[in-house]
Nanobody, 121 residues
Framework: QVQLVESGGGLVQPGGSLRLSCAASGTIVRIGDMGWYRQAPGKQRELVATITSGGATNYVDSVKGRFAISRDNAKNTVYLQMNSLKPEDTAVYYC???????????????WGQGTQVTVSS
């Protein structure tokens, strides 16, 4: 069994910061790419940022220069530092990880339960 548990969401004023964390637990051989998606009310889920096992990162244009994704491979954890938050960043944020389990040669994608981020004055 594999679980991804997120934390760090909440209510913040415009211009503020939040740091999301997502820890993977269970029987894991290897974790490949990790990332964050978000879904705002009435909108499709969109990719926010990704990070490879080697640390290469990619961001959606709307968060470049404001968000930073990082990971701690020893802790099986991915982070999303969000600065200069805007009301349009309001959404449920989900982490995702490509995980290889014992006995498998391929990775499967696992998702966190989601954490609410609300940016409002």
């Amino acid at each position: 069994q594999v679980q991804l548990v997120e934390s760090g969401g909440g209510l913040v004023q415009p211009g503020g910061s939040l740091r999301l964390s997502c820890a993977a637990s269970g029987t894991i051989v290897r974790i490949g790419d990790m990332g964050w998606y978000r879904q705002a009310p009435g909108k499709q889920r969109e990719l926010v940022a990704t990070i490879t096992s080697g640390g290469a990162t990619n961001y959606v244009d709307s968060v470049k220069g404001r968000f930073a994704i990082s990971r701690d491979n020893a802790k099986n954890t991915v982070y999303l530092q969000m600065n200069s938050l805007k009301p349009e960043d309001t959404a449920v944020y989900y982490c995702v990880a490509a995980i290889v389990r014992p006995g498998n040669s391929y990775a499967s994608h696992y998702w966190g339960q989601g954490t609410q981020v609300t940016v409002s004055s």
